[in-house]
């Protein structure tokens, strides 16, 4: 069975940091582009971080750049979301995707929202 499973979401205060984990299982993430998408309530589903299936590529958002860290460990068929100075805004629930190669760009796997197979989110909050 397919799936992968996000964790590592909490209650953080302004300025603090978190990581996500997204396990996967039922697939092997290295031949996969990865994303995290993060969708707050009452917006859209947006495009936080993408990058290629050898993570030599690598897109972020310009609203978390300099501030998150997207990697993955193909040994533990896991991909995570380094979240540094975490602000309000960044209060979100935050979804992780792959993508089996298809010619599209990180860019454009972010920007599109496209996933193959996604995780059901883990809650992020940043709050005082």
């Known amino acids: 069975q397919v799936q992968l499973v996000e964790s590592g979401g909490g209650l953080v205060q302004p300025g603090g940091s978190l990581r996500l984990s997204c396990a996967a299982s039922g697939f092997t993430l290295d031949n996969y582009a990865i994303g995290w998408f993060r969708q707050a309530p009452g917006k859209e589903r947006e495009g936080v971080s993408c990058?290629?299936?050898?993570?030599?590529?690598?897109y972020y958002a310009a609203f978390v750049k300099g501030r998150f860290t997207i990697s993955r460990d193909n040994a533990k068929n896991t991909v995570y979301l380094q979240m540094n100075s975490l602000k309000p805004e960044d209060t979100a629930v935050y979804y992780c995707?792959?993508?089996?190669?298809?010619?599209?760009?990180?860019?454009?796997?972010?920007?599109?929202?496209?996933?193959?197979?996604w995780g059901q989110g883990t809650q992020v909050t940043v709050s005082s």
């Open positions: 995707a792959a993508l089996p190669p298809r010619g599209i760009s990180v860019q454009a796997m972010c920007a599109t929202r496209t996933g193959r197979f």
């Open positions: 990058s290629s299936s050898s993570n030599s590529i690598t």
